[in-house]
Structure formats: C-alpha cells, structure tokens
C-alpha cells in the first residue's frame, strides 16, 4: 500500500472509532467531537482508561499496536463496568466493535476511579505476559536484536554457533514494513513451522536516523536481497516475501556506494587499492592437499591447526579439498608429516563460472577475477546500455520499482526511451571473509540500503556442536565484542561480578528498608 493509501485507511478507521465511542467519550464527561479527531481522540482515550498517555505511541508502532489495540479495547470495556470474561472474549474476538454495543445499546455508567489491579490471578499473569511481549518486542524491533551465525562465511571473525546481538541505532531502526506479524519472531513460527506474517498490508520503507553510516569492513547483518525461500531448505522463484521478511544474512561490506571493485587473484581491490581488512579478519581460500599416510583426523587438525570447514576426500582417500584455509593455518599445516603437496585452487582470469554475477554470458567473471564494478550510489547518474544492462537490471527494476523493456537496441523506462538512470538509494557489496566457501554479492549482487537490518556488536554465547561436553561453549568468546583491533576480550567475569554485586546490593537495600 502506498502512503496515501495507508492515510485513507487511517482515517477510515478513526470514523469507525468515533462513531462507536463518542456516546462513551460523553459519558466520561468529554465532548463526542473528541472521539472523532486523530491521534488526539487516543490521547483522550488513554485519559478516559486511566492509562498514560505514551500509550498513544504504543497504538502506533507495527507490531506492538495489535497487542495494544486488544488491551485498549478490554480497558475501554472495564472503565464502563464490563469486567467479565464474556466482555473480555467479546472484545477481542469482535477486533472492538463491542464498543459499538456498549455505545448505542447498553445501559453503563463511567467508573471514574476504577482499580487498575487485574481481579484474579489469571488476570495478573496474562497482563505481565502481555507488557513483556510488548517491552520485548519494541526492544528487538528498534534497538537491538539477536541474532545466530549459522555458517562460516565470518570465521575467525565470527564462528558458527556465536550467539550475537545486533544494534539496530547504530545504521538507524527500520520501521517494520510487514503490520500484521507475530511478534519477536522472523519469518517462522517456530514448532508450527507456518508463516509468521500477512505480506498484504505493507507500510512504505522508513527508517529513524542513525548515528554512523556504514564503512569499508563493517559487518552488517541484511536481509538476503534475492530470498525466495519458503523455509531453508526450499526456494521458490514465484515466491513473494516483503523485504523485512527476507532471511538475515551477515557479510563483511567491503564496496561502499560510489565505489569502483574488483576481484583480483581473490583479492579485493576498492577504487584501484587493495582493501586491508581489520586484524581480526582472517582471509581463508580453498586447497588441494595429498597426503602420505590416507586421511587426517579431521577433529584432531581443526583444532590443532584452526582449520574451519572439515575436508573432503577423494575415492581411495589419498587426497583432499580444504574448503577453507586461513595464512596463518597454512604456514604450519604444509609442516603436518602427513602432507605430501598443497595445491591452491583459485579460478583463471577470464573463465566465466555461470553461477557468478551478473549471471550473463557477456561477462567472464569468477569467484577469484571479478569486475571492476560500479557499486551505485544515490543521486549518481550513469550511462545505460545494453552492455552494462545485465549489472542493474535487478536494481532498476526489484529494487527501486521501475518497468524494464528492451526493444531492439533500445531500452524502455517506465515506457520511456532511456540512455541514462538515476539511482535512488544507496547500495552495498557485501562478502564473506571465507572467499571459496561463501554466498555472497558475487553471487547475487547488490544489497540496497532498505535491505540493512544492523551492525552487530556483541557475542553474549557461542557454542561448539563438534565439542564435547562444556568445551562445547566457548568460554574465551562469552560477552566479547565484534569490533576492535587486536584479539577478542571477554567482559564475560566483569559481567557477572557486576550481576552478583547488584543482586546483592538489591537484597540489601530491601532488607535495610524491611528493618
């Protein structure tokens, strides 16, 4: 829906609030046309439940309204003496149009000093659940949310099993798109395994401001930009998902809006200059190694030797592919007594892999040679052409919402006859610090700035499922952070002297009071 639909149906909706509350606005001792005005009328709702009036903003925030809108509906209902369960279940079950019969039908009376305190237990427990999912809620979808690594396209940066949280402020909290959703889950209901979400009733893209703007060799978790998936394992090219709805994914971004790129060699090279990464980033490329003696230990050699993707062999075993070796694991592993040869495996310039942006047989790009390549940027004008076509067909058209025809050796715009465009948002090239055993960019192409979910700062758990018993958590990676120079520290003993001393400090001060 587009904003002035969304504003026509905003102000339907407050017709269909004033006609089925003003009688009740009057019996509160307000005026009816109170009822009729947006925004204000909620503001003198919340002052007709005895309720604070940043409960307005609360009706107004997606996700977090359809859990407020039922708990203003019941409060209404209860500040006219409509307390049963039967009026409760009424309420919501008719989404609020009981209003409409307490208006014009019943015979109630305004209880000004009503009790706030729910009147049985039950009552009291389904409140607490419901204000936490709402404080939970409004915490994950606007400031900071957690996140798992799944793969190992990060490693020794970020390993699988790491549990993150990821800052929404830092890039700026995206308005949710989808409004009809269920809260604090993706795409998912998790045990259902059934679709968490109703993709008809989008909101445009918003976001609030942030305080930073993404830099070279930020890790940024995304929404994947071509997601047809119906769950992980099942893709769907016909499949429809809103872009807050994609599956998150965590890249390195490597090529900023208004950068030239290049691969060389598996190399990247940003406006002419090799891209240094950070220390804790540690490049890793695939080998072919023969051995002397048949197979490694493969557990035994991931530990020993920081190897990150376990090997796969040959038919009599004799040799191996390393999907993932870092410099400083090669250096010693070449001296392991059971290595006969390591070869690289690296990509020749100019052969083509189909598989590899822009999927276009014009163009002999490779995992390791790629480019060079215009990453666009918003405002940029660039020249269109049935050459470079192939490199922003998708943005043109998925991403900012054109029509695309081609006829003969023209290109038609929204019908028209184009040589130029004109980009209108910021885009990203993200990868993977693991370049032979990563989807990424070179893959799919360009991430759009509406597709930013946020940074990741902090690992509170990681956990190893090849480990055995506690060495299954990664007791040197509890509470680190994702950025900084140098090795990880973890803050994880500070954290919980921290805790106890204030759980102790609490039971203190309550005894002190008690006494």
């Known amino acids: 829906m587009t904003l002035m639909q969304w504003f026509i149906f905003f102000l339907i909706v407050q017709g269909i609030h004033g006609l089925g ?35 307005t903003i609360l009706l107004f ?25 039967a009026d409760t279940i009424l309420e919501v079950v008719t989404l609020g149009f009981y209003n409409y019969y307490l208006n014009y039908a019943a015979d109630i009376k305004y209880i000004e ?27 994950h979808t606007y400031f900071i949310q957690p996140f798992t690594i799944p793969t190992s396209s990060l490693e020794k940066t970020l390993l699988v099993g790491d549990f993150l949280f990821v800052s929404k402020v830092n890039y700026g909290a995206r308005i949710p798109m989808t409004t009809i959703a269920a809260p604090m889950v993706h795409d998912t209901i998790p045990i ?23 830099k070279h060799n930020d890790i940024v978790v995304f929404n994947w930009p071509v997601d047809t998936m119906l769950d992980m394992r099942h893709t769907d090219k016909f499949y429809y998902k809103p872009i807050d709805k994609k599956t998150n994914y965590v890249k390195r971004c490597v090529g900023l809006p208004g950068d030239s790129l290049e691969v060389r060699n598996g190399f990247v090279f940003i406006n002419g200059k ?32 920081d190897i990150t993707d376990f090997p796969q062999y040959n038919q009599d075993r004799s040799v191996c592919y390393f999907p993932a070796i870092s410099d400083e694991a090669l250096a010693l592993f070449k001296n392991h007594p059971n290595v006969k040869s390591i070869t690289p495996l690296k990509d020749e310039k100019g052969k083509r892999d189909a598989g590899i942006f822009p999927n276009n047989p014009d163009y002999n790009w490779n995992n390791d040679f790629f480019g060079p390549l215009y990453i666009p940027q918003a405002g ?58 990563s989807q990424d960019a070179r893959v799919w192409g360009f991430v759009p700035f509406d597709h930013v979910v946020g940074k990741p700062v902090f690992i509170w758990m990681s956990w190893d499922s090849n480990a ?18 140098g090795q990880p520290v973890s803050y994880f003993i500070p954290f919980l002297v921290v805790l106890f001393g204030w759980t102790g400090y609490n039971k203190w001060r309550k005894r002190k009071k008690n006494s």
């Open 61 to 85: 925030l997606p996700i977090v309204n359809l859990i407020m809108f039922a708990v203003v509906w019941v409060e209404t209902a209860r500040s006219f003496g409509k307390n049963s369960n």
């Open 192 to 214: 259902l395994k059934k679709k968490s979400y109703l993709a008809k009733y989008e909101l445009p893209y918003m976001r609030i401001p942030g305080f930073q703007k993404i």
């Open 113 to 139: 000093d009503r009790s706030l305190q729910p009147r049985t237990g039950l009552g009291d427990w389904v409140s607490s659940i419901l204000f936490a999912i709402v404080a939970a809620t409004i915490v």
């Open 274 to 305: 090799q891209n240094v990464l950070p220390k804790r980033a540690k490049l890793q490329f695939s080998y072919m190694v023969e051995t002397n003696n048949g197979p490694f230990n493969t557990y035994q050699l991931a530990n020993r030797y």
């Open 468 to 485: 055995k018993g506690f060495d299954k958590i990664r007791w040197d990676r509890l509470f680190t952070t994702v950025g900084g120079s």
């Open 380 to 437: 940029k004008t660039i020249d269109i052409n049935l050459n470079v076509l192939p490199l922003y067909k998708r943005v043109i058209t998925a991403y900012e919402g054109n029509t695309l025809k081609v006829q003969g050796n023209q290109i038609l715009i929204n019908g028209k006859v184009a040589t130029t465009y004109t980009f209108k948002q910021d885009y990203y090239w993200m990868m993977g610090d693991n370049r032979h055993n």
């Open 21 to 55: 509350t003003w009688k009740l606005y009057i019996k509160a001792s307000r005026q009816a046309w109170e009822a009729f005005v947006p925004v204000y009328n909620a503001v003198i709702l919340m002052k007709i439940i005895n309720r604070p009036w940043w409960w």
